[in-house]
């Protein structure tokens, strides 16, 4: 029995495919009549009893197109839109319909789309959606799997469906969560002029967190410069005197420089990937014998969006005794935290 009802859900998922592109601009008759109707006789609801697929059924003062019924007991309310209809405008009400019905399982559709419902679960209405199946996209075993589950009638009768859905809601809240966790951490990953105020608040950066800034000149607001603009790789500290904001971009995105993060991001080394000039060389001879500090920002890509940032990695030191001559430089890390100065650039007109 099942694996005819396999077989027939099949057929017809097909034959809604093969024409759903000329069903675009009918009335919601149509869509009952070609889409919603076979779809129960498949699943086991004898249509032309009106104790089981009641159409047009009062609820309340208000109507909904179908209840599906098992002993004169309501089981599932279904309403039916136009094709090209929004189906987010019509969910509060169904569901308003269906929890002072009493009903366990909603759906709302047009035809392609099945939005399933539990009515009766806590909190907003909002979250009240626990699974949707799209007929046209989803892959056909899917959709024969998921009419079955959850709208077969010896499913629903049984209360298999509403155990199914309430797992279904379970899966459905956690990728929820989960996918505004990943968004929170996409938007948080990025240090821009809209969101500094944040770490402002915070007082420091700690490369732990893996925080990249948008471009150099949000990095050097943020520790204390006033820039609207500027292309340096290596600023002196606006504030603290011993240290420089260094740009360094890693890997392929250094056109002159050979940088590399090593050791867990606990060493950089820098090599030059072109002969210097008379004063480049005479400026790197200078930064190798003076024992200054780098509040070290290199440029790469973002992995969790793919965007080019610079992520901050700490505070860095030349360390004398690992560098050779002829090798590259090697620069060790002192600190995974630096102080944020945003105020200049915060309170600037």
Not at 140 to 162: A, D, R
Not at 244 to 257: A, H, M, S, V
Not at 304 to 326: C, M, N, P, W
Request: net charge positive; proline share 3%.
């Amino acid at each position: 029995m099942e694996k005819l009802i396999e077989k027939n859900l099949s057929l017809l998922i097909s034959n809604i495919r093969s024409k759903f592109d000329s069903l675009h601009e009918v009335s919601e008759a149509v869509i009952k009549q070609t889409i919603i109707l076979p779809f129960f006789d498949v699943l086991g609801w004898d249509t032309s009893d009106y104790d089981e697929v009641f159409p047009e059924y009062s609820a309340g003062n208000q109507r909904v197109d179908y209840s599906l019924r098992h002993v004169k007991k309501d089981k599932v309310f279904i309403e039916i839109k136009k094709p090209r209809e929004d189906l987010t405008i019509h969910q509060e009400q169904l569901l308003r319909y269906a929890f002072e019905a009493g009903i366990e399982i909603a759906v709302l559709t047009n035809g392609r789309l099945w939005w399933f419902y539990l009515p009766l679960s806590p909190g907003d209405w909002k979250d009240r959606i626990c699974f949707s199946v799209d007929v046209m996209h989803q892959k056909e075993k899917e959709v024969v799997k998921n009419f079955i589950n959850f709208l077969e009638k010896k499913n629903v009768v049984s209360g298999k469906s509403s155990e199914a859905l309430k797992f279904a809601r379970k899966i459905y809240q956690q990728e929820k969560k989960e996918n505004k966790i990943r968004q929170e951490m996409v938007q948080d990953s990025f240090i821009n002029e809209y969101n500094l105020q944040k770490y402002k608040d915070k007082g420091y950066i700690d490369a732990k967190d893996n925080v990249f800034f948008d471009r150099i000149v949000d990095a050097c607001n943020f520790f204390g410069c006033n820039f609207k603009g500027i292309q340096r790789c290596f600023i002196r500290h606006p504030v603290e005197s011993n240290r420089y904001l260094w740009f360094p971009k890693t890997g392929r995105f250094g056109k002159e420089w050979d940088n590399q993060v090593v050791d867990n991001g606990e060493m950089i080394t820098e090599r030059e990937r072109v002969k210097s000039s008379e004063w480049l060389n005479r400026d790197l001879f200078s930064r190798f014998k003076c024992s200054i500090e780098r509040v070290v920002c290199t440029g790469e890509i973002n992995p969790s969006t793919g965007r080019f940032g610079y992520r901050f990695r700490g505070v860095f030191i030349l360390d004398k005794e690992a560098t050779q001559k002829g090798g590259p430089n090697i620069y060790k890390r002192i600190d995974t935290k630096a102080k944020g100065y945003t105020s200049n650039f915060l309170n600037k007109s």
